[in-house]
T-cell receptor
Framework: EAQVTQNPRYLITVTGKKLTVTCSQN?????MSWYRQDPGLGLRQIYY???????DKGDVPEGYKVSRKEKRNFPLILESPSPNQTSLYFC????????????FGPGTRLTVT | AQKITQTQPGMFVQEKEAVTLDCTYDTSDPSYGLFWYKQPSSGEMIFLIYQGSYDQQNATEGRYSLNFQKARKSANLVISASQLGDSAMYFC???????????????FGTGTLLAVQP
């Protein structure tokens, strides 16, 4: 089954404790990205990747890192999480950087206390 | 400047009736794409429908249709014959630039929460 998976789905952590949210897709998609969703703000792009070893900042990259060592995986790293990073995070992928449908993962609900 | 505007924070509709969810957009790029996504209470984002800026016909997908009015920069979603399972948050989104362009970033509106009443 074609899908985007994220882990963990739910995470409660404390300020400053490094964490990684994994994202994996099995569709051989080139393009992957991370969004965060906050009430009243919709979804905003954090980082994106056009292909392996090619990443770039989205609209709200501060406090986040990403890597793309393999085509299927695009982890989101929070080196020192803060409470303002409490949010719902989505990973998305599409075949190319212009494919008209993006497939979203199920979301990761992160709470930083 | 907000690029995608959804002015209806919440809406009610009776089961089996049609409902229109409003979306206006702002872009100077002649080539763009418009999307609607559904987000049920379980949280996942479900792609519903897509309209390209050069598409001549309004997009339709089953009970969903997109009322695309380019001059007015609006891309309203019409759901016909509403069902209880349609209760969800609905997001309008835009991708600027042509297919195959440098980025596939989606710009989202703030969403409309639709409640279908029996």
């Amino acid at each position: 089954e074609a899908q985007v998976t994220q882990n963990p789905r739910y995470l409660i952590t404390v300020t400053g404790k490094k964490l990684t949210v994994t994202c994996s897709q099995n569709m051989n998609h080139e393009y992957m990205s991370w969004y965060r969703q906050d009430p009243g703000l919709g979804l905003r792009q954090i980082y994106y990747s056009m292909n392996v070893e090619v990443t770039d900042k989205g609209d709200v990259p501060e406090g986040y890192k990403v890597s793309r060592k393999e085509k299927r995986n695009f982890p989101l790293i929070l080196e020192s999480p803060s409470p303002n990073q409490t949010s719902l995070y989505f990973c998305a992928s599409s075949l190319t950087s212009g494919g008209h449908e993006q497939y979203f993962g199920p979301g990761t609900r992160l709470t930083v206390t | 400047a907000q690029k995608i505007t959804q002015t209806q924070p919440g809406m009610f509709v009776q089961e089996k009736e049609a409902v229109t969810l409003d979306c206006t957009y702002d872009t100077s790029d002649p080539s763009y794409g418009l999307f609607w996504y559904k987000q049920p209470s379980s949280g996942e984002m479900i792609f519903l429908i897509y309209q390209g800026s050069y598409d001549q016909q309004n997009a339709t997908e089953g009970r969903y249709s997109l009322n695309f009015q380019k001059a007015r920069k609006s891309a309203n979603l019409v759901i016909s014959a509403s069902q209880l399972g349609d209760s969800a948050m609905y997001f309008c989104a835009m991708r600027e630039g042509p297919r195959g362009g440098a980025t596939n970033k989606l710009i989202f509106g703030t969403g409309t929460l639709l409640a279908v009443q029996p």
